[in-house]
C-alpha cells in the first residue's frame, strides 16, 4: 500500500522567510502532484512533476522531485501573507491503478506578519 | 470551459437517511474520481469510473456506499443509511485521460445530525 508522508503537519512562519516542506512516499512513482487548499474550498492544483529531477517554479514556490529517494520538496521564498493555507502533495503509482492519488496528511501554512 | 461541478455544496441529513452527491466532470472528461476528505486530514480515494464502468473502487466502503456514471448524466455517489461517522467533504475530480492530472470539483459537504 502506497503511503505518503508529509512534514510539517504544521508551519507558522513570518513574512519574509524561507522554509521547504517535504514529501516522502514509498513506492515506486514518477508522477507527483502539488495542490493548495483554502479553508472550506476545494483543491488548486500547483505543480505536476512527471519525472526525476523535474523541478518547476511558480512566484514564490519551487517543487522538485527525486524519484529515487521517493522525496519531492515544496520550497517557499520570501513568504506572504497570501501563501497561508493548506498544501497537500499526492502520489500517483507506477502500477495498480495509475489514477487512484493518494495524498499526504497535508501541511497547513500560517505566514504571519 | 466550465470546470468540475458538484451538486449539492451542503448537504444536511439525519442518521438513516439517504444522502446523493453529484458530479459533472469537465468537458471532454470521461474519466471521474470521488475522494472524501474527513475534518484536518487529507483525501482517501474511494472511487474511479468511465462512463457505465467502475474501473476501481478499492477505497469504497464494501456497505451503503454506491457510485455510478451513466452514459447521460452526472456521476452519482450514493450513501444509504448515513451514520454521523460520514459526515466528511466529498470531492469529485475528472480527467480527460486516466493518467493525466486530475482537476477537483468545488466538493459537497455532508453533514449528518
Known amino acids: 500500500e502506497l503511503k505518503v508522508e508529509q512534514n510539517p503537519l504544521f508551519l507558522s512562519m513570518q513574512e519574509g522567510k524561507n522554509y521547504t516542506i517535504y514529501c516522502n512516499y514509498s513506492t515506486t512513482s514518477d508522477r507527483l502532484y502539488w495542490y493548495r487548499q483554502d479553508p472550506g474550498k476545494s483543491l488548486e492544483s500547483l505543480f505536476v512533476l512527471l519525472s526525476n529531477g523535474a523541478v518547476k517554479q511558480e512566484g514564490r514556490l519551487m517543487a522538485s522531485l527525486d524519484t529515487k529517494a521517493r522525496l519531492s520538496t515544496l520550497h517557499i521564498t520570501a513568504a506572504v501573507h497570501d501563501l497561508s493555507a493548506t498544501y497537500f502533495c499526492?502520489?500517483?503509482?507506477?502500477?495498480?491503478?495509475?489514477?487512484?492519488?493518494?495524498f499526504g496528511t497535508g501541511t497547513r501554512l500560517q505566514v504571519t506578519l | 470551459n466550465a470546470g468540475v461541478m458538484q451538486n449539492p455544496r451542503h448537504l444536511v441529513r439525519r442518521r438513516g437517511q439517504e444522502a446523493r452527491l453529484r458530479c459533472s466532470p469537465m468537458k471532454g472528461h470521461s474519466h471521474v474520481y470521488w475522494y472524501r476528505q474527513l475534518p484536518e486530514e487529507g483525501l482517501k480515494f474511494m472511487v474511479y469510473?468511465?462512463?457505465?464502468?467502475?474501473?476501481?473502487e478499492s477505497g469504497m466502503p464494501k456497505e451503503r456506499f454506491s457510485a455510478e456514471f451513466p452514459k447521460e448524466g452526472p456521476s452519482i455517489l450514493r450513501i444509504q443509511q448515513v451514520v454521523r461517522g460520514d459526515s466528511a467533504a466529498y470531492f469529485c475530480?475528472?480527467?480527460?485521460?486516466?493518467?493525466?492530472?486530475?482537476?477537483f470539483g468545488p466538493g459537497t459537504r455532508l453533514t449528518v445530525l
Open positions: 499526492a502520489v500517483a503509482p507506477n502500477t495498480g491503478t495509475a489514477s487512484k492519488l493518494t
Open positions: 475530480a475528472s480527467s480527460p485521460l486516466s493518467d493525466n492530472e486530475q482537476f
Open positions: 469510473l468511465q462512463k457505465e464502468n467502475i474501473i476501481d
